[in-house]
């Protein structure tokens, strides 16, 4: 090989390094807008939405720690194996991911039936924490309580029918705290359907949360619902927690103000909260 040849040989190589390093860097650099991007959903609860930005890390980096991590904990609202998939080869990637890591792994071994394993890790998890957080003890204390106890009950199973509502009632969207009459024919609860709040939505990415209601037509069929009319349900989230004192009063959740409890009161008209034809608030805020 001639000097000439060489010499072209070696630019030709140091051209291909540049150009490698360079494309490196900018993988790099695009990963890390990814990863920004999705923990700035997470950060607003908005779980869905931040997970194909991890996923998109993963793709081009499968042992990116800090994707796993985030990942998984977003998982777990919808998919519990796969969240426990991705937390664990968080930890075998990085075992020093995050100083939670034992937290979340005993919350998705919690979720996941591991009971033994939950125990484990919220375990270890309290000795790290500092003393003055006297708070955050006390809920791993908590946390280490409900799996032992799911142990236990999971250990003596009772026989339970769970039966769906059907389309009357249940959507695909998310329903939940419901709250029945004494008389179980008045069924009040709470939905993040679309029609909601003006079908605005929330940080987490489904819309806000209102009261619904309906009533008993028949063994298994209700009424089509209609969402509580008046003043019981602000532009924020709202939620269903228990009738009281003969159904009269209701204990409910608003976000206003970070989040209160409140009281309702069916009006003093005497009209029945279950009664189908009623259009008016049933309840009024105390």
Known sequence: M???????????????MVCLLAASAASAQSTRKLLRTGNKLFDKENYRAALPYYEQVLAADPD?????????????????????????????????????????????????YRFDRAVEHYQTYQKA??????????????????????????????????????????????????????????L??????????????????????????????????????????????SPGHDASIQLFDNDTKLLLYQSTNNGDIMVAERQPDGSGCAKEHQRQSEYERL
Not at 99 to 105: A, G, H, I, P
Not at 139 to 152: D, G, H, M, T
Not at 159 to 166: A, S, T
Not at 217 to 230: A, F, K, N
């Open 2 to 16: 001639n000097h000439l040849a060489k010499s072209f040989s070696r630019v030709s190589l140091l051209l291909a």
């Open 64 to 112: 990116n720690a800090k994707a796993l991590y985030y990942a998984g904990i977003s998982y777990m609202t919808f998919d519990k194996e796969k969240a426990a998939e991705y937390l664990y080869r968080a930890q075998e990637v990085k075992p020093n991911v995050d100083r939670d890591l034992e937290y979340w792994l005993g919350r998705v071994d919690h979720i996941n």
């Open 129 to 186: 924490i500092p003393k003055r957080n006297i708070g955050l003890k006390e809920e791993v204390a908590q946390l280490i309580q409900y799996s032992k106890n799911a142990k236990r009950e999971v250990a003596n199973p009772k026989d339970v029918f769970v039966k769906n509502l059907g389309g009357t009632v249940n959507t695909a969207y998310s329903e939940h705290s419901p709250v029945i009459s004494s008389d179980y024919n008045y």
């Open 188 to 233: 009040l609860f709470t939905s993040r359907a679309e029609n909601v709040t003006g079908g605005q939505e929330a940080r987490d990415g489904e819309f806000y949360e209102d009261i619904f209601e309906t009533t008993r037509l028949g063994e298994d069929e209700w009424q089509q619902t209609r969402i509580v009319p008046g003043a019981l349900n």
